[in-house]
């Protein structure tokens, strides 16, 4: 419920109150989600987001942009692998302004979505930046200034991309959303990063013509999945990319008129490689240190992520934090859980979130997933478990789309034969 505001000299309302059970800072996954299932148990909400538009980095330049880059890239390829099965395509011809345009017509048909869920539910949009001015007050700075006083605050917030120090201001060298934003196809990029944005990412350069190279830190590409997982991922790409680089670190980059000169350290020494574009997808920080957090005594790490417990609660009992804010796995189905579990702890249920059951997905060319323990971590902490492979190379459905390189993978209890983890890779998977 909006309060009294305060008005300017040319009599417009230059400042109001706004009252609330629950306020929700951020408009992301976890964010509409808080505030809906908020709304559906009887709170009154107001939900704060920067942007003009819901739906978070995910919808907007994450998740959904991504995937219908990602859909582009599949088409491409299918077509590129037809003759195998008797058919043949020409060479296709790529319309950059279409698959953007086809991009962006998405995203809007999710965001109007969004917006008529919201309207649906009576949940109070506040467009503006959200900052914490006390325990129970939050300032939203917009069109006009806003001050929010909440029963309960659920912090939304999400991450940004991390960049690499000294590397040269250069608008070669970009992030994932610029990288989503495909304002060319460079003819060679350097993607830093073998996690799941990386991956992800090269894989759509890949398909629209580019010549990939990635570098990776550590000694395989998406780490915390079981090697034998991500070994079909890694022999499939090794042959359509220039290199995969592992256990190698990006050292310098001499910004040139005809390239990119990136110098890589590596366990054969230092070499050195030319790239158009340069990616970088070395991970994500989170936001929590830029909403005034400190004002309402809620505790921070210098990464911008918020300790939480079960329910999602901070330290400060009636203010929660969800999604990307409260650390890794920054997935949005996590975010959605979570969302749900701050809502109904907020309205007095005893809701609690359960971690270990989140998949872990990489939509590359093929697919990757898993959940719940890994083998290296059920070796590692000594539990008790039975592995059972099935390789797709005895998959009927696998053999007739010609990707037999798959292999599903389940750790069992020995005892109680309860499912400790899953492993999938595989086209489609």
């Known amino acids: 419920m909006l309060g009294a505001g305060r008005r300017r000299e040319d009599g417009a309302v230059s400042e109001q109150t ?66 195998e099965s008797g058919i043949t395509f020409g060479a296709p011809t790529i319309d950059l302004d279409q698959v953007r345009s086809h991009t962006t017509s998405v995203v809007g048909t999710l965001t109007k979505g969004l917006a008529g869920l ?58 994932s959303t610029r990288a989503l934003a495909l304002e ?22 890949d398909a ?39 256990s190698t670190k ?13 110098t890589l350290d590596g366990p054969d020494g230092t070499s050195t490689v030319t790239a158009d574009r340069i990616l970088i997808s070395v991970g994500r920080r989170g936001n929590g240190d830029r909403v005034g957090l400190d004002a309402a005594g809620v505790e921070v790490s210098d990464r911008g992520i918020i300790p939480v417990d079960r329910q999602m609660r901070t330290n400060v009992p009636h203010i929660f934090a969800i999604g990307d804010v409260t650390g890794n796995p920054m997935l949005a189905h996590k975010a959605t859980h979570q969302g749900a579990v701050a809502a109904e702890a907020a309205a007095g249920q005893a809701s609690e979130f359960d971690p270990r059951a989140i998949p872990a997905v990489a939509y590359t060319d093929p697919e990757v997933a898993w959940a719940g323990l890994t083998e290296l971590e059920a070796v590692e902490r000594e539990v008790p478990h039975e592995v059972a492979v099935f390789p797709w190379a005895a998959s009927g459905r696998a053999l007739t789309v010609g990707r037999p390189e798959g292999r599903t993978k389940l750790l069992v209890d020995p005892d109680s034969r309860r499912i400790l983890g899953v492993g999938i890779v595989g086209v489609n998977a």
């Not at 900052?131 to 917030?157: C, K, M, Q, W, Y």
């Not at 990063?193 to 992800?200: A, D, K, P």
Request: aromatic share 4%.
């Open 18 to 83: 706004h009252r609330c059970d629950v306020v929700v800072l951020g408009g992301g996954p976890g964010g509409y989600t808080a505030a809906f299932r908020a709304a559906d148990l009887g709170l009154t909400v107001a939900l704060v987001e920067r942007d003009a538009q819901l739906g978070g980095v995910c919808l907007n330049v994450g998740c959904i942009p991504s995937k219908a880059l990602l859909h582009t890239a599949k088409l491409i390829t299918d077509a590129e692998e037809a003759p």
């Open 118 to 175: 919201a309207k649906a539910r009576k949940v109070e949009v506040l467009t503006g930046l959200g900052t914490f001015t006390g325990p129970n007050t939050l300032r939203v700075d917009g069109s006009d200034e806003v001050t929010v006083e909440f029963a309960h605050a659920i912090v939304a917030v999400g991450s940004e991309p991390i960049m690499l120090p000294g590397l040269p201001d250069d608008p070669r060298i970009m992030d």
């Open 184 to 205: 060319d196809v460079p003819k060679r990029l350097l993607v830093v990063g073998g996690g799941v944005i990386g991956l992800e990412m090269a894989t759509v350069y």
């Open 208 to 246: 629209l013509g580019s010549r990939v190279t990635v570098v990776e830190m550590l000694d395989q590409l998406l780490t915390g999945c079981d090697p034998d997982i991500v070994k079909p991922l890694h022999a499939r790409i090794a042959k359509r990319y220039e290199a995969i680089h592992l």
């Open 250 to 262: 990006l050292s310098k980059v001499a910004a040139r008129k005809d390239g990119l000169r990136c």
